[in-house]
């Protein structure tokens, strides 16, 4: 039994020996004009320069003895093999070859000489084709996110949608990959027989803030965009930033923020201040209601100091008298002033609109009266101001229809309709509306491309009229997607 297996295993050495080939010195010599081993230095353990052996071996697996100072460098087709000064002997040792002991003697180098350079070209025998191994392998990184940037043994690499993939000799490498709200990764990769994967997701870095505000309704602007309406929440990358509550007829209010990395803040817009301004209404007859955006606020005569700043519609109006709507903007420091006379209505229709009044307390709307004859057309609409309330960025088109009434004496015709903004389009009845009769204006705003938040736009209807031009309002609130 046993004479049987030391017959097997001297059967497998001496296969292998036979396979193997032979390695052999073509030459050596020093290198007189290579400085590499003065610009790319390494010392010995007593901190003495060593003199540096390029061993130029076209196959990669090669290992060295002797004099060694470790670690030794495959530079694509040789190695940088460090020795220590005097050392004149080297032991090569590869899995294909036979071991191979050079003595610098023999090729009249007494020693090596530090900072000194010395070329050793080795020939491999021709007994068998061997398959040509340049030592290269790929290294494939892939990032998270795909706008990362990535160094690979400190080079900056080019990536493509996330990857790079970089040729590199086999061995040990480094690498970073950094990107603008994440925490930078670095690492090392160790390149072998097959190419290599390297998947990195880096983590995030951002700051979560959260916004509010002691004003309701107000939206957020950051480093002047746009981002909601107050309360807010999200995140943003370390830096300064303005945040800013703005709110119309509201003077804004700002606050500077420092973000760190991974920092929780909440941050406090203080209440915003209104602004007002002042107006003077002073209509005959004198009690006649005034209301503002809706709201009666008093009778005539009256001065208003607490009006908002912005955009307003203010009636007047009184029972026997045909009422007035005027849309008026209040600014600060310059009031407006109201002056004029009710038409008062004929006899009969006013006798109509009490004994109305007295039985079901009727709205005092003019589609229910009856002109003069041969009076002026004359326009009034059931409103002037639409609000389309919050609706998404995701469906950014709404409608909205007005309605008028021919109060005059005269046929009405609408001879334009100009909105403010092409985001808001009008279509209204085009031929003549009879006295008492009505007509409508279908207005169609789209706000693609528009930023979410707070609009407000205006229409101008000019007629052949009493009151040649009016005009309409439209506004509402568009939530981000």
Known sequence: ????????????????????????????????????ASTEERKDVNNNPCGLVKVRLAAVGAVFEGNVIQPVEYRVGEYWVYMTEGSYQLRIKHPNFVPLDVNFHDYNIKGIVP????????????????????????????????????????????????SVSVRLPMGQHSYRVEAA???????????????KNENIE?????ATVKVTSATAGASLYVNDVLKGSLPWNGQFNEGNYLFEARKEGHRSQRVNVTLKEDEQRTVEIP???????????????????????????????????????GSHTVEISKSGYSSEKKNIDIVEGKPISLTGTLRELASSNASHTANSNQNTQASSS????????????????????????????????????????????????????????????????KGQVMPGQQGTIQV?????????????????????GKVEMMRLYIEGDMTGK
């Open 115 to 162: 900072k000194s350079t010395y070329n050793l070209t080795l020939l491999m025998s021709q007994t068998s084709a061997q398959p040509v191994d340049d030592g290269m392998r790929y290294l494939i990184i892939n990032t998270t996110p795909k706008n990362a940037t990535v160094y690979v043994d400190g080079t900056l690499q080019t990536l493509t949608n996330g």
């Open 1 to 36: 039994m046993s004479r049987h297996l030391y017959l097997l295993l001297f059967c497998l050495i001496t296969t292998h020996l036979c396979q193997a080939q032979e390695l052999t010195v073509k030459s050596m010599e020093a290198a007189s004009f290579d400085v590499s």
């Open 202 to 206: 880096l983590a995030s870095a951002q």
């Open 271 to 309: 209440a915003l201040q209104p602004i007002y301004g002042v107006l003077s209404v002073n209509y005959q007859p004198v009690g006649a209601s005034i209301v503002v955006d809706g709201k009666k606020l008093g009778e005539t005569p009256e001065d208003f100091r607490n009006i908002l700043v």
């Open 366 to 429: 003019n589609t229910n009266r009856q002109a003069a004859p041969g009076s002026p057309a004359e326009i009034h609409f059931d409103k002037t101001t639409h609000h389309f309330g919050t609706f998404p960025e995701s469906n950014p088109i709404v409608k909205c229809t007005f309605t008028f009434t021919n109060v005059g004496g005269q046929p009405l015709k609408i001879n334009q309709v100009i909105s403010s903004c092409g985001c808001a389009v009008a279509d209204y009845t």
């Open 181 to 195: 709200g994440y925490h930078t990764k670095e690492g090392t990769v160790q390149l072998q027989e097959a190419k």
């Open 444 to 464: 169609t705003y789209n706000g693609t491309g528009k930023f979410p938040g707070h609009f407000k736009k205006s229409l101008t209807v000019r007629t052949n």
